[in-house]
């Protein structure tokens, strides 16, 4: 089993900046894919960003040039950098945790008002 703990989110106005954490911890594989999820209401949970432990990093094309994903290997640990956030960015955000099975975070709320 693994577990996930998310911090950060919150609310901001249009064009401000937020950082997501996402800390793993229990039974970590040394090949895992690690990463962000989100879903706004009456949307399907899309993906955000991924970063594989062998250094392969995705992003889905809304998010390019504004978030940055970064992980800390030795703490198990996702950061999602959101810089010039829009209205549209609102969502909950969910950590993913990736090997033979998928863990998720319970999610946080990312607010960006207009």
């Known amino acids: 089993q693994v577990q996930l703990e998310e911090s950060g989110g919150g609310l901001v106005q249009a064009g401000g900046s937020l950082r997501l954490s996402c800390a793993a911890s229990?039974?970590?594989?040394?090949?895992?894919?690690m990463g962000w999820y989100r879903q706004a209401p009456g949307n399907q949970r899309e993906l955000v960003a991924t970063?594989?432990?062998?250094?392969?990093?995705n992003y889905a094309d809304s998010v390019k040039g504004r978030f940055t994903i970064s992980r800390d290997s030795g703490k198990n640990t996702v950061y999602l950098q959101m810089n010039s956030l829009k209205p549209e960015d609102t969502a909950v955000y969910y950590c993913?945790?990736?090997?033979?099975?998928?863990?998720w975070g319970q999610g946080t709320q990312v607010t960006v008002s207009s």
């Open positions: 993913r945790y990736s090997d033979y099975n998928n863990y």
């Open positions: 229990g039974r970590i594989s040394s090949i895992n894919s």
């Open positions: 970063f594989h432990s062998r250094g392969f990093i």
